[in-house]
């Protein structure tokens, strides 16, 4: 789990690209704003991931997936 | 302040600190409206700047920009903050001649810091022709700089954003991208080289620009900034009541600005914009998500988006390109369903 509440772009997206240099398959994101959630979105598909997320009161859970 | 960097001190960058154009019409709505034959130009219309005129031969052209850094180099602040708050009296087809700063400081700040900003604010003004005579600065959570200026224009030679006709072109005189590209910046992704030209593009004033357009048939003006590329379209559309056509494959932007927005180097700001937009633009299917966040990113100190007679565009073209990276990017046509078609 990444969680990148109270941080402003571009962090939560670094946040991520240093998750994935780990080099796992799936991650599960939290972001507590659109710009984060929009912005993760696109990263990850740019990286060959599948995304997808959903909003519960204003909170972001986004799934990021390696594409087979 | 060496030890400091400047945009660390600001959530927001630059124009992307601006309140997003929905939310500033709400907020103005249902304030006093004065009339006065006088006023020329309110803000009934979003435009750059207010115009009152004085008399057959004179109008007063009246601005203020602030905002918070957009780069760590002080002296190139108050240079990138001057040219933009100069700005809009070109975007009005006027002559700035006097300014005043408006400042923001935080204690963190040295001396050396502010001087540099004011400095770098002073050199900017004396390259337009117009004068810094005084000011006002006060304390704050963040650093912001920036003038209020007054400048001149013919009552006859005024560019609204509201004059654009249907068989217009439509040339912008600055790439887009810079949003996406400081944002790219604070991840680290950015190469000094590529930072030093935007850097260089935002100091850059619109004087030459303003002096080429006044020579031929310009209907209407303004300027890219906050609101990015669609959304100062929408506003000239909807006030000329005309539709503006944008040529996806025509539009002038910085290309890594391309390769950063595909990996989210994306402002709020943009968001905003693209949610102002919406309902009121059509962007064809072709045209690819990151070309569409480059319309919607928000500029700082952005070049002259002109409306100008076809007979006349290409002449003008011609003068800018001596020393700007213009280009047609669009037309205007007779008020469709939408204010902005993209395709």
Known sequence: MIDTSGLSCPEPVIMVK?????????????????????NITRFAAHQGFGVSGEENDGVYTIRIERNK | MD??????????????????????????????????EKLLVGFDKSDDAAVYKINDDM????????????????????????ANAISDVYAMGGEPKLALNIMTVIEAMTREAIHEILRGGYEKAFEAGAIISGGHTINDTEPKYGLSVTGFVHPKKILTNSGARPGDVLILTKPLGIGIITTAAKAGLVPEALTAKINQQMAELNRKSRDNMVNYE????TDVTGFSLIGHCC?????????????AAGINYHKEALEYASMGMIPAGAYKNRDFAEGRTEISASVSLPLADIMFDPQTS???????????????????????DAAIIGYVSEAGEKAVVVK
């Not at chain 2, 310009?218 to 003006?221: D, F, Y």
């Not at chain 2, 070049?303 to 020393?323: M, R």
Request: with cysteine; net charge negative.
């Open chain 1, 18 to 38: 240093k998750a994935m240099e780990s080099g796992e398959d799936s991650y599960t994101v939290i972001a507590d704003n659109r710009t984060a959630f929009e």
């Open chain 2, 3 to 36: 030890n400091i960097k400047l945009t660390k001190l600001a959530a927001c960058a630059g124009c992307g600190a601006k309140v997003g154009a929905g939310t500033l019409s709400q907020l103005l709505d249902g304030l006093p409206v004065i009339k006065d």
């Open chain 2, 59 to 82: 109008a007063l052209v009246q601005t203020l920009d602030f905002f918070p850094p957009i780069v760590d180099d002080p002296w190139l602040f108050g240079q990138i903050a001057a």
């Open chain 2, 218 to 221: 310009v209907h209407s003006c």
């Open chain 2, 235 to 247: 506003e000239m559309a909807e006030g000329s009541n005309a539709t503006i056509n944008l040529m």
């Open chain 2, 302 to 324: 952005g070049g002259l988006l002109i409306s100008v007679a076809e007979k006349d565009s290409q002449h003008l073209l011609n003068d800018l390109l001596h020393h700007t």
